[in-house]
């Protein structure tokens, strides 16, 4: 067995159609029904964004829902990297206790997001975006009892937003 026997089930669909007359006729949709999982070219675009990558950083800072969030914040983007979200709003005025968790609670509503726009065919606004992240902090609040005044800084921040 090589150590890539598994990878083996997933099937690259060229953009330019397929090559085999059993292969014609099939779309991304049914050929996701057979037992192999395909994957075609168009699946690895943003959903929002023809022809467009969708790699972690398009996701998180450079599709438009993600780059207005972080602007609307205030956080600056230079050199922001899903690679690096510790960096990510150092720049605020806020505690810094906190901050990588607060970065990661706004990472993973973009993300909840993202999959809205292709599981629900619903697009959320940066304000939608914003009041999850703020209920998230106050559902996690209890979690931050050394942290709580801090976690309570960012929340009123972020609050200001909606
Ligand atoms: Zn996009």
Not at 11 to 17: A, C, L, N, Q, T
Not at 19 to 43: A, C, F, H, M, Q
Request: aromatic share 10%; net charge positive; proline share 5%.
């Amino acid at each position: 067995m090589t150590p890539n026997k598994g990878v083996h089930n997933i099937r690259i669909v060229k953009k330019g159609g397929p090559s085999t007359k059993s292969e014609r006729g099939r779309t991304s949709k049914n050929i996701s029904k057979e037992s192999k999982l395909p994957i075609t070219v168009e699946d690895s675009y943003c959903a929002l964004c023809p022809s467009v990558e969708e790699t972690a950083d398009h996701i998180f800072f450079e599709c438009a829902l993600a780059h207005r969030t972080w602007e609307c914040l205030g956080v600056d983007l230079a050199g922001g990297s899903c690679r690096h979200p510790w960096l990510m709003g150092r720049e605020l005025p806020l505690p810094p206790s906190v901050q990588y968790d607060v970065v990661l609670l706004i990472f993973w509503q973009l993300w909840k997001a993202r999959n809205a726009v292709i599981f629900d065919q619903e697009q959320r606004s940066v304000r939608r975006v914003l009041r999850h992240v703020v209920d998230d902090m106050e559902n996690w609040r209890s979690r931050y009892k050394q942290h709580q005044e801090h976690w309570l800084a960012w929340n009123s921040y972020f609050s200001t937003f909606l």
